[in-house]
């Protein structure tokens, strides 16, 4: 079974960066497609960004767009999330997911399609 782990949170001002990653434990990760959730206190998980097996195709949630980057390496079976200009309500901890599809080209961005799941990591953002 594939185990997903996040890296890279921690506590930055608003206007600072990020770059999150997420490390598989088998190389079957890179015919998966990937995506990147959030969950703040109180919040449903809400989908931020996902890419497809090869990372020719991504999607962003219409809140980070411009702000945040996909993105993946398949000989590094890691995928990444660079977050830039980050804002207070960007807070939560960050998930990452892979949908084990092999080789499916269309991203998905439904959290029901993904079937593996890290344990996330915390995001903070200061005004």
């Known amino acids: 079974q594939v185990q997903l782990v996040e890296s890279g949170g921690g506590s930055v001002q608003a206007g600072g960066s990020l770059r999150l990653s997420c490390a598989a434990s088998?190389?079957?990760?890179?015919?998966?497609?990937m995506g990147w959730f959030r969950q703040a206190p109180g919040k449903e998980r809400e989908f931020v960004a996902a890419?497809?097996?090869?990372?020719?195709?991504?999607q962003y949630a219409d809140s980070v767009k411009g702000r945040f980057t996909i993105s993946r390496n398949n000989a590094k079976i890691t995928v990444y999330l660079q977050m830039n200009s980050l804002k207070p309500e960007d807070t939560a901890v960050y998930y990452c997911?892979?949908?084990?599809?092999?080789?499916?080209?269309?991203?998905?961005?439904?959290?029901?399609?993904?079937?593996?799941w890290g344990q996330g990591t915390q995001v903070t953002v200061s005004s």
């Open positions: 890419i497809n097996w090869s990372g020719g195709s991504t």
């Open positions: 088998e190389r079957t990760f890179s015919s998966y497609g």
């Open positions: 997911a892979a949908d084990k599809r092999p080789f499916y080209n269309t991203v998905v961005a439904e959290s029901a399609r993904f079937d593996y």
